[in-house]
């Protein structure tokens, strides 16, 4: 186990508090984070002294949740959660104690907490608290509650849910009473709002074993919280290209991105090597990761409803993009997700299946515009990683002739963006200003005009020329354009 450095404001808050007279700890999670050698997300701070004491002793502080004995103590701008040591009484909504008795006994404050992993305590005084084994369920790698699992579920139905969590961010395994207690809750998960169940499945996802989901699914969670996975699990791919189950094969495809982020969770190496001077900078933000591993769970989600069998017993799956897109789209807004991530998910999984080109034949560089016009330069590279992550949990026999093609087709575009080749509106030569100063009438028309103009340098690029688009932008008068002007 790792020594533990509280940072300095922290060290304040505690000394503040133990200088007047009082117990302060650093609690839960960044206790566990530090002696595992991660780096806390947030460090909270739990202590003898009632909300008001707290008060009077910093200057600047938020009553964040008082009624429950947390003071936010603000520090240049830093929030810090400073929470009195309680003893929780009944838990009438699955979420919060209907009343609370502060108390003057951290272990009977540790006791309330879900697992023994996160009912830890430290201060340089004293040092490690750790009442119920949580250094021993570490150091064996075991998610266990604190006391009876029974009631920890029954107290909040969320931590289930969070014990999956748990397990896939740290590769730990659930103890089996604690497993079994899970599977026996999973239906209370109904009492919990869409927004805390998004929270725990997006840090699932994104762990380092997102694979873990399967433990989700054989304890009834996700018939709770995504129903769809489950259809998935139950739909079989008779199919030359498939070798698994949809529901297995998506969560192949997830574990795919998280082995490829494990070792530099920003930064995306290409499959094949000799192009990294292609993309070698190639960053993604938390929010477009976040994007990318829901894309590669739900991207074959309509599967189940496009299955048909052929005469020979393959399956087939037509127009299983779309549905796919759409169902998601279903998902996220149930979620409670924001409109960019939805969109961005939605346009993943419609395109996911692009075909370039046929099998061996070269990508046309015009097939390659058509697609950077619909995804977008900006937008590709996720594309792609998301194609390489579905490829890869297909059947691996067929894999080296379809990284060929993908390799081409990163190649093709890398070229078509060093040349500025025209792929949007915002590239074209011409835009609404110029067409109204050569003379066209402002109005739809223009629109239409310039849509026309953009399908012609898709097709032949040379011409992105403001010159040679205004002649032909003249030749077709004020009357709506054909598409081959």
């Known amino acids: 186990m790792r020594q533990i450095l509280l940072p300095d404001k922290v060290q304040y808050i505690i000394k503040t508090l133990l200088s007047h007279g009082f117990e302060a700890y650093a609690v839960g999670g960044c206790v566990r984070d530090s002696l595992l050698g991660r780096i806390p997300e947030d460090w909270d701070i739990t202590t003898s002294a009632k909300p008001q004491e707290v008060k009077a002793l910093f200057s600047h502080t938020i009553d964040t949740g008082i009624e429950h004995g947390t003071v936010t103590v603000m520090l240049e701008h830093e929030g810090f959660e400073v929470t009195t040591y309680r003893i929780d009484g009944e838990y009438?909504?699955?979420?919060?104690?209907?009343?609370?008795?502060?108390?003057?006994?951290l272990t009977e404050d540790l006791r309330r907490r879900d697992f023994t992993i996160n009912a830890l305590a430290y201060n340089d005084e004293t040092g490690i608290v750790d009442a119920f084994d949580g250094i021993g369920d570490m150091q064996n790698r075991i998610i266990r509650c604190v006391g009876n699992a029974d009631e920890r579920f029954d107290e909040d139905a969320?931590?289930?849910?969070?014990?999956v969590r748990f397990s896939a961010?740290?590769?730990?395994?659930?103890?089996?009473?604690?497993?079994?207690?899970?599977?026996?809750?999973?239906l209370d998960l109904r009492k919990i709002s869409a927004e805390r169940i998004r929270v725990e499945l997006t840090k699932l996802l994104l762990s380092n074993h997102p694979k873990r989901l399967l433990t989700a699914y054989e304890t009834g969670i996700t018939e709770i919280v995504l129903p769809e996975f489950d259809r998935m699990m139950k739909t079989e791919q008779e199919n030359p290209h498939h070798i698994y189950n949809v529901g297995i094969h998506s969560m192949r495809a997830v574990e795919y991105l998280a082995e490829k982020f494990s070792s530099n969770p920003?930064?995306?190496?290409?499959?094949?090597?000799?192009l990294d001077a292609i993309s070698e900078a190639a960053t993604f933000t938390k929010k477009e990761q976040t994007a990318l591993r829901y894309a590669a769970l739900l991207h074959d989600v309509g599967k189940p409803d496009t299955k048909t069998i052929d005469e020979q017993g393959v399956a087939h799956f037509y127009r299983h993009p779309q549905l796919s897109a759409d169902l998601a789209r279903s998902i996220l807004r149930r979620l409670k997700f924001d409109n960019d991530t939805i969109a961005l998910v939605t346009l993943l999984i419609r395109e996911h299946d692009v075909r370039y080109a046929e099998p061996g034949q070269p990508i046309a560089p015009r097939t390659m515009r058509r697609i950077l016009n619909?995804?977008?330069?900006?937008?590709?590279?996720?594309?792609?990683?998301?194609?390489e992550a579905d490829l890869h949990a297909q059947n691996p026999t067929l894999l080296p002739d379809k990284l060929t093609q993908l390799d081409s087709a990163r190649r093709l575009t890398a070229e078509i963006i060093a040349a500025n080749q025209c792929v949007s509106l915002k590239e074209l030569a011409v835009n609404g200003s110029d067409l109204i100063a050569a003379g066209f009438a402002p109005g739809k028309e223009l629109g239409i005009i310039l849509a026309a103009l953009l399908e012609h340098v898709l097709e032949q690029p040379e011409d992105n020329q403001k010159e040679i688009l205004l002649a032909l932008a003249h030749k077709t008068g004020t009357k709506a354009p054909s598409a081959d002007i």
């Open 92 to 105: 009438e909504d699955g979420r919060h104690p209907k009343q609370v008795e502060f108390t003057s006994n």
């Open 158 to 163: 969320l931590r289930i849910l969070r014990a």
């Open 374 to 387: 619909r995804v977008g330069t900006d937008k590709i590279d996720l594309l792609f990683t998301l194609q």
């Open 266 to 274: 920003t930064i995306l190496e290409n499959t094949i090597s000799d």
């Open 169 to 186: 961010q740290l590769d730990f395994t659930i103890e089996p009473d604690t497993l079994r207690s899970v599977a026996s809750h999973a």
